[in-house]
């Protein structure tokens, strides 16, 4: 090999190290799920791997829309069924329902209650501090589609996105979760 | 070198990481904060974190259920 393709060489491994590294830094989550317990997990792991300097990506589909929903949501605006489906769902964290022991949303407010007590965080609070802390939260356009949700009715701040969005950020994460 | 003393006691699971991260983004390169929290986790916490963000960690002191630990930034 000569000087100029050795020097070559090296500059290609300096330029896939580079990304290899750089690649360590994320964490991209699906949320999937809208249920109280479900969203905790995800926004924990989330503010953890923002603490530890990583940059996270949340894409929020389907049920996981009730998340990040404004609770001042209406059906203004929306044809029948979407009005349905509008009424049908929690708007924002307060109202999640869980993924055991719900007992017809009486099974939530006892976790509350316990949670409070021990002086856990509240879900809202998660949110806020990742947001705070600068996660990247982006919403389905397609299932907002599906449930006519629109932009101003989810938080502001965030981005809208489909599956390429989601995998784009996925191929550059060596974590990635659905919840 | 400003030393900050962070009493995290009461606070559980995500709280004293998210609020130590948050106080050594603001300080200066050499700052030390001493953190003291009472979650029982939080000792494999301090370790992990103190490792991937690379800041150095001084040895774990415990007295009761307090954990005490002081953080260099780096």
Redesign the interface.
Known sequence: MTTDAVQEKIKEIEGRLEKVEANRSNLTLVLFSGDFDKAMAAF?IA??A????KEVTIFVTFWGLDVIKKPSMTGAGKNFLEKMVTMMRPKGTAHLPTSKMNFAGIGPKLFHYMMGK????TLQN?VD?SIE?GVKIVACQMSMDVMGIKREDLIDGIEFGGVAAFLGSSFNSTTSLFI | MAKTTLDFK??????P??K???AVKKGASGDLFEVVSDDAGFEPDII??AK??GHPMSKITKVGKDITVTITKK
Not at chain 2, 10 to 15: F, R, W
């Open positions: 924990i503010n953890g923002l603490a530890m300097g021990k002086n856990i965080t998660l501090t802390f | 009461g606070l559980s699971c995500p709280m990481i998210m130590l991260a948050a992990a974190w991937e963000t």
